[in-house]
T-cell receptor, first 116, second 115 residues
Framework: DTGVSQDPRHKITKRGQNVTFRCDPI?????LYWYRQTLGQGPEFLTY????????KSRLLSDRFSAERPKGSFSTLEIQRTEQGDSAMYLC??????????????FGPGTRLTVL | AQTVTQSQPEMSVQEAETVTLSCTYD???????LFWYKQPPSRQMILVIR??????QNATENRFSVNFQKAAKSFSLKISDSQLGDTAMYFC????????????FGKGTKLTVNP
């Protein structure tokens, strides 16, 4: 068990470009979550998947954001036409949601996005 | 809507001393879970301690313990025998049992342990 991994760790892009981030959850965790964390703030929920189904999306997730989790394994988060306000740390978390997990979510190291 | 408030943006403590971080929350739910997460500088967030709302007994994990006051909707974290490695951002978080699965976080408290 190597934990939740995210790629890339850092991304610098120009305004208007598209970016895609990848998250690999802990194997056999059926829940996968995306959060966004801006400087000086706690993480804010974006969306989550149970297996391949996207079950909840925050209103923070504008039409420029899309997330997928094909085959219920890794997930991708794409931001189209990036804006400077998209600059943030994007965190991925996974959870087994078994009766013993007590709703704990395990976090990855995050992808830091800087939009110039 | 659930909210989590951490009223101490920054705190500092001397090594080996005890420090308490405050957290209050607002919810209409009766069953939920509360967490304290630690985010060291440039490192990933890890769970420090969790509390089930239906349990009256306060959770403890080694040097970390909580004071859970359900009626007051308060959930403070006490760190005993503080160590340099405890230096980090600490986030209080809430999740209801059933329904939405999103964690709701406070803004965090930056804790510095001084030698």
């Amino acid at each position: 068990d190597t934990g939740v991994s995210q790629d890339p760790r850092h991304k610098i892009t120009k305004r208007g470009q598209n970016v895609t981030f990848r998250c690999d959850p802990i194997s056999e965790h059926n829940r996968l979550y995306w959060y966004r964390q801006t400087l000086g703030q706690g993480p804010e929920f974006l969306t989550y998947f149970q297996n391949e189904a996207q079950l909840e999306k925050s209103r923070l997730l504008s039409d420029r954001f899309s997330a997928e989790r094909p085959k219920g394994s890794f997930s991708t988060l794409e931001i189209q036409r990036t804006e400077q306000g998209d600059s943030a740390m994007y965190l991925c978390a996974s959870s087994p949601r078994t009766s013993g997990s007590l709703y704990e979510q395990f976090f990855g190291p995050g992808t830091r996005l800087t939009v110039l | 809507a659930q909210t989590v408030t951490q009223s101490q943006p920054e705190m500092s403590v001397q090594e080996a001393e005890t420090v308490t971080l405050s957290c209050t929350y607002d919810t209409s739910e009766s069953n939920y879970y509360l967490f304290w997460y630690k985010q060291p500088p440039s490192r990933q967030m890890i769970l420090v301690i969790r509390q089930e709302a239906y349990k009256q007994q306060n959770a403890t994990e080694n040097r970390f313990s909580v004071n859970f006051q359900k009626a007051a909707k308060s959930f403070s974290l006490k760190i005993s025998d503080s160590q340099l490695g405890d230096t980090a951002m600490y986030f209080c978080a809430f999740i209801p049992q059933g329904g939405s699965e999103k964690l709701v976080f406070g803004k965090g408290t930056k804790l510095t342990v001084n030698p």
